[in-house]
Nanobody
Framework: QVQLVESGGGLVQAGDSLRLSCAAS????????LGWFRQAPGKEREFVAG????????YYADSVEGRFTISRDNAKNTVYLQMNTLKPEDTAVYYC???????????????????WGQGTQVTVSS
């Protein structure tokens, strides 16, 4: 059973930075894809960034490209989301998600993921 625990959210001002962490536990993650999603009130959960457990490829939503960076520490089973130059429109609950997949394409839809963390609130004031 995969368990994901997010941390690092908070209240910041526009232009500030935050780093979110997602601690993963469970089986060997070598075939897993890890994604960060976010959901603002009244909106659908959307893909933010993703990474494979093995390899160097990273994937980003257009809205965060150049501002957010996803990374991982395999020894700590932890995935990070470094968020720079935050904007009020980045305000949302941020979720870490995981799915075991052998497909070439990277999953960007929330319904493609099997495991979810509890979420962490990020609020950016203007």
């Amino acid at each position: 059973q995969v368990q994901l625990v997010e941390s690092g959210g908070g209240l910041v001002q526009a232009g500030d930075s935050l780093r979110l962490s997602c601690a993963a536990s469970g089986p060997t993650f070598s075939r897993y894809r890890l994604g960060w999603f976010r959901q603002a009130p009244g909106k659908e959960r959307e893909f933010v960034a993703g990474i494979r457990w093995i390899g160097s490829s990273r994937y980003y939503a257009d809205s965060v490209e150049g501002r957010f960076t996803i990374s991982r520490d395999n020894a700590k089973n932890t995935v990070y989301l470094q968020m720079n130059t935050l904007k009020p429109e980045d305000t949302a609950v941020y979720y870490c998600a995981a799915v075991q997949s052998g497909e070439w394409s990277f999953p960007r839809d929330y319904w493609q993921y099997d495991y979810w963390g509890q979420g962490t609130q990020v609020t950016v004031s203007s």
